[in-house]
Structure formats: C-alpha cells, structure tokens
T-cell receptor, first 118, second 111 residues
Framework: GAVVSQHPSRVICKSGTSVKIECRSL??????MFWYRQFPKQSLMLMAT?????????EQGVEKDKFLINHASLTLSTLTVTSAHPEDSSFYIC??????????????FGDGTRLSIL | DAKTTQPPSMDCAEGRAANLPCNHSTISGNEYVYWYRQIHSQGPQYIIH???NNETNEMASLIITEDRKSSTLILPHATLRDTAVYYCIVRFPRGYQKVTFGTGTKLQVIP
C-alpha cells in the first residue's frame, strides 16, 4: 500500500534554531501534501496544503513566515520551523493522497515528527 | 465537508466486538465516510471507507445507515493493540481535498 515517510521522527533543539522536517511519498507521486500539528491530548489541526511547484496554502492563523513549506518534487515536501521557540513544540504530521485526483482513495499519513524546543 | 460527531470515549473488553458510532447528519450524496485511528505518538492509520454499502476488510467492518446520516465502525474481536483514538471523517472524492479532524473517540480495550 501507499507509504508516506517522515524524517526525523524526533527532534530536540535549542530555542532560536530552525528545524526542517521532510515528508516523502515512497511509492507514489504526490502533487499535494498536507501538514498537520497536534498538541498533547488534542486532535490533528491542519496547518497548510503543500503544492508541488507552487506556493503552499496556509490555514487561518498559521504564520507562513514561521512555517516555511517547500514542495520541490513530486515525492518530497519539507516543513521548516524557523526560529523555533518552546511554544512550537508539538507533533507534526504530513499526509498525501495516492492515485489520481478525484478518486475516493484515502489519504495516507506519515508517522509524525515529535519536535521539542528547549 | 460534512461535520461529524463521535462520543469522546468508549471501553471494550478484550475479545469482544467494539462498535464505534459516528453521526454525520449533514452528509451529502457523494460524500464518502472514512475511518482512521491513531495509536499514541503515531500518525493516523487508515482503516476503512464507504459510500452507502456496508464494507468489510481485514481490519474492520463499516455499517452505514440507509439514510447515510450515521455509521458504525466494528472491530469484531478487539485486542489491546486496538486501544487508540478513532476518527470518522466525511469528504467528497474530489481533488486532493483537505480534511478536518474532529475530536474522535478514545477506545480503551480492557484486559
């Protein structure tokens, strides 16, 4: 089945550091990927839609200059948390749809990245 | 996309069937119902989806009411590894649509 891979699985770094998270579709091409954030004991919150070859679309309240998204190829999207602070500590998850646009196939999720800012 | 409502938590004895309900009373004719689960500190895992017919796969069964306003996910023989948060989502099979997650149901399987 379709596999979405995230790297790294866990990051611990100092406040002020920029952190890059990668999301790869391993056995399919993904023109669109999604980035979610999840705080403890809360549901997933959509942050942005990543579009290959064009700018990402951010949800209301998500700072685009804070969370930089690059989708340079059909199998890779990256999320960079710039100048991270403790309040950015969270579980970040990406997803993508395999198959042709317009079908009913489910999106598949990566295993997430646990980001801890000290 | 239609909004869904689920009970916040449920318990189930190990080996028994777990029946997880989902209300989607505003669902439109072409919207599919999808179920995912999230085990602690992992990404969501796809379970099953359907439009109006009941569906079954190796993981679970999905029962959708005739009016499509609600559905039930059935785990026939729950194990401790089924302890997770289960999410019910509805969406059109149109484009690469973003979906919104509700709060889901926390299923606790009890030994």
């Amino acid at each position: 089945g379709a596999v979405v891979s995230q790297h790294p699985s866990r990051v611990i770094c100092k406040s002020g550091t920029s952190v890059k998270i990668e999301c790869r579709s391993l056995d399919f091409q993904a023109t669109t990927m999604f980035w979610y954030r999840q705080f403890p004991k809360q549901s997933l919150m959509l942050m942005a839609t990543s579009n290959e070859g064009s700018k990402a679309t951010y949800e209301q309240g998500v700072e685009k200059d804070k969370f930089l998204i690059n989708h340079a190829s059909l199998t890779l999207s990256t999320l960079t948390v710039t100048s991270a602070h403790p309040e950015d500590s969270s579980f970040y998850i990406c997803s993508a749809y395999p198959g042709q646009e317009g079908n009913n196939q489910p999106q598949h999720f990566g295993d997430g990245t646990r980001l801890s800012i000290l | 996309d239609a909004k869904t409502t689920q009970p916040p938590s449920m318990d189930c004895a190990e080996g028994r069937a777990a029946n997880l309900p989902c209300n989607h009373s505003t669902i439109s004719g072409n919207e599919y119902v999808y179920w995912y689960r999230q085990i602690h500190s992992q990404g969501p895992q796809y379970i099953i989806h359907g439009l109006k017919n009941n569906e079954t796969n190796e993981m679970a069964s999905l029962i959708i009411t005739e009016d499509r306003k609600s559905s039930t996910l059935i785990l026939p023989h729950a194990t401790l590894r089924d302890t997770a948060v289960y999410y019910c989502i509805v969406r059109f099979p149109r484009g690469y649509q973003k979906v919104t997650f509700g709060t889901g149901t926390k299923l606790q399987v009890i030994p």
